[in-house]
């Protein structure tokens, strides 16, 4: 107990020092899952809105297919991004593999179909709404995905906010295709697991401390994000 309470009194030392290391790889980590989640989100709204608006054959097999890689293995999508990206791979040439770049990849692998099916499912929802009336003013597809990004723009946020809690945590993904290189792919999650093993609990303790307040953090902001999109549905 005694080891645990001065392990402890270090990992506050640590954070509160803001220790170069501790800090480093927080960067890293906020970096990587931002730039992850900003991709995802990109694909993953444009996926969703064209899977709620537009008809085309196989759309029920391909929102099924994107609704069941919600749940994706993080390991198995850090496979596939490692065989894509060694170098016997199809993209080996670009040599990205043990690369921040790569494990962006990998999260934008893990994160899209949750944005994306979330999307789609809001999508849906507003258009059961309006679909006749915005049919009936003439817009074209394009124009209603559009419409309905905008006025999901709050259920969307939730989805972002989703999405980055799934990036932040992740770990089976980017040591794979990462590596946990030290100063250079070394993320909290990564290194958590690392220090751990090697007994340096003080370490990995303040880390855990760090992603525990962003997940915290992450949760706060959906709950706020859901009340203000009720009060703004009934204002």
Known sequence: M????????????????????????????????????????????????????????????????????????????????????????????????????????????????????????????LLEEYDEQLRSLGASSSAIVATLLWDGRYRLITAVLAGFGRAIAEVGAVMIVGGNIDHVTRTMTTAIALETSKGNIALALALGIVLLTIALAVNASLIWVQRLANRLAYA
């Open 2 to 125: 005694t080891d645990f309470i001065d392990a402890f009194r270090t990992a506050l030392g640590l954070i509160v020092t803001l220790d170069p290391d501790l800090v480093e790889i927080l960067v890293l980590s906020i970096k990587v899952s931002l730039s992850a989640v900003v991709i995802a989100s990109l694909l993953g709204f444009a996926i969703g809105g064209a899977l709620a608006v537009y008809r085309f054959p196989g759309r029920g097999a391909v929102s099924a297919v994107l609704s069941a890689l919600m749940g994706l293995p993080p390991v198995v999508a850090g496979l596939v991004v490692y065989l894509l990206l060694s170098n016997v791979g199809p993209l080996g040439v670009l040599q990205l593999l043990y690369t921040p770049t790569a494990m962006i990849i990998a999260q934008v692998v893990l994160v899209t179909p949750i944005i994306g099916a979330l999307t789609r499912q809001a999508c849906q929802d």
